[in-house]
C-alpha cells in the first residue's frame, strides 16, 4: 500500500499547504460588486482501501480534488440568480472501489464531463428564483434553470454534506431514492410557520440504459423547538416516467420510492439523524430498503466547540439483482482550524453480499481538507 501512496499524499500534503496559506488570508465570500458575489468550495481528499481477499481488486491510495465555485447576483431582493462550476482532479478511489457505494460522493472527475447525455461539462447549476412574500411572515420560492434534487429534498442536519460531515454515499442522501442532479427543471419551496413543502420537477437528459425521464418529488417537513433544541422531520415521495427497464428487460416501468430524513438535537453537544426508505422494485434497481442512523458529536467538552465527532451505520437491502445488502459504518473527527478551512480524518467500513458469491470487504481510511469561502 506504500507505493500507492506516496503520490496521493504529496499531492494532498501541496492542497493542503495551498489553503492553509489561503485561508489565512483575506479569503471568504468575495463581493464582486453590488449584490454580486463569489464563493465556493475546494477540497482534497486522499482515500485508502485495505480489501478481503473476495473483493477482487488491490489494496491501493488514491488521491482526489474537487473545485466548485459558485457566483450568486441579488438584483433585488425577492430575486437571485445563481450558477455553479464543478471540477475536479482524478477520480479518486471512487475508479479502483469494488463497492457498490461510492466512498466518496462528491463530484469527481467523470461527474462533471457529459452531464446527463448533455454533452454539457463543468456546468452544474444555474438557475433564477423569485421569494414571493405572503401573509403571515410566509414565504413562496420559485426556482427555475438547471437545478438538482438533493439541493431541495432529503436534506438532513448531520448526514448530508459530503465535504464536511461523512463522505459514503449511503449517509450523505439516501441511495435508493432517485435524486437526479445538474439538470433542467423547477423546485417550489413553501414555508407556512414550522411547516415547510417542497416539490422537484425535472427532466433528465439521459439515465444509466440511455433514456431520457422526467423526475417528481414532493417533501413534507416539520420543524419542532424543545428545551433540548431543534429538530426536523421530513417525509418525502419521488416517482419518475416510465423510462426504466423492468428487471426481465420486456417493459419500462417507473421507479418510485418514499423515504424519511429525521434529525434532532439532544442539548448543545449531542444530535441524533435517522434515515428510513423503501423503492419499489418494479424497474431493476440496486437497493430496495436503506436503514440508516447516527450520532453528531460537537467539541464543547475538550474545549473544541467548532470541531464534531461523526458516527453513523446504514444497512441497505438490495433489490432485484445479484446484491444481497450492503453493510456501510463511518466515522470521522472534524479539526476546525478557522472559519473556512477544516481537516477530516475518516473511517469507513463496508461489506457488499452478494446472492450466490462472498461479496468484497473492507476498511476504507481517508484524510479530506475542506476550504469553504
Not at 493542503?16 to 449584490?35: K, N, W
Not at 427543471?185 to 407556512?192: H, S
Not at 419521488?238 to 439532544?266: N, Y
Amino acid at each position: 500500500m506504500l507505493h500507492y501512496c506516496i503520490q496521493p499524499v504529496r499531492e494532498i500534503a501541496i492542497i493542503t499547504a495551498a489553503l492553509l496559506v489561503l485561508a489565512g488570508g483575506p479569503v471568504g465570500a468575495l463581493e464582486l460588486a453590488q449584490g454580486l458575489n463569489m464563493h465556493g468550495v475546494i477540497a482534497g481528499s486522499l482515500q485508502c482501501q485495505s480489501l478481503s481477499e473476495t473483493a477482487g481488486a488491490n489494496d491501493r491510495c488514491r488521491g482526489v480534488v474537487p473545485f466548485q465555485p459558485e457566483v450568486e447576483y441579488t438584483p433585488a431582493p425577492a430575486d437571485t440568480l445563481y450558477a455553479r462550476l464543478g471540477f475536479a482532479r482524478s477520480n479518486g478511489l471512487n475508479a479502483a472501489s469494488p463497492f457498490q457505494l461510492a466512498p466518496w460522493i462528491a463530484d469527481h472527475e467523470e461527474d462533471v464531463r457529459d452531464i446527463n447525455g448533455r454533452d454539457r461539462d463543468h456546468l452544474l447549476n444555474a438557475w433564477y428564483r423569485h421569494s414571493f412574500s405572503l401573509p403571515d411572515d410566509d414565504v413562496l420560492d420559485i426556482t427555475l434553470g438547471i437545478i438538482s434534487a438533493s439541493d431541495y429534498l432529503d436534506e438532513n442536519a448531520y448526514s448530508n454534506d459530503e465535504y464536511t460531515q461523512f463522505m459514503n454515499q449511503a449517509l450523505v442522501n439516501a441511495p435508493n431514492a432517485l435524486l437526479p442532479a445538474y439538470d433542467a427543471g423547477a423546485a417550489l419551496e413553501w414555508q407556512v410557520g414550522d411547516i415547510a413543502l417542497r416539490g422537484v420537477y425535472m427532466n433528465i437528459g439521459e439515465n444509466d440504459d440511455g433514456n431520457g425521464y422526467g423526475f417528481y418529488g414532493l417533501q413534507l417537513g416539520y420543524r419542532v423547538a424543545t428545551a433540548l433544541g431543534e429538530g426536523n422531520y421530513r417525509l418525502m415521495v419521488d416517482t419518475t416516467t416510465e423510462d426504466f427497464p423492468d428487471p426481465q428487460g420486456s417493459s419500462l416501468e417507473r421507479r418510485r420510492s418514499v423515504s424519511m430524513s429525521l434529525d434532532q438535537q439532544l442539548g448543545e453537544t449531542l444530535g441524533v439523524f435517522i434515515r428510513l426508505g423503501r423503492q419499489d422494485d418494479a424497474a431493476v434497481i440496486r437497493y430496495q430498503w436503506l436503514y440508516s442512523g447516527g450520532l453528531d458529536i460537537r467539541g464543547t467538552p475538550w474545549q473544541r466547540p467548532a470541531d464534531n465527532i461523526g458516527l453513523a451505520y446504514g444497512y441497505l437491502d438490495g433489490g432485484n439483482l445479484e446484491l444481497r445488502h450492503t453493510h456501510v459504518a463511518e466515522a470521522y473527527y472534524r479539526f476546525v482550524i478557522n472559519d473556512l478551512l477544516s481537516l477530516t480524518a475518516d473511517l469507513q467500513y463496508m461489506k457488499d453480499s452478494l446472492e450466490d458469491a462472498d461479496g468484497p470487504e473492507g476498511l476504507l481510511f481517508a484524510l479530506r481538507t475542506t476550504l469553504e469561502f
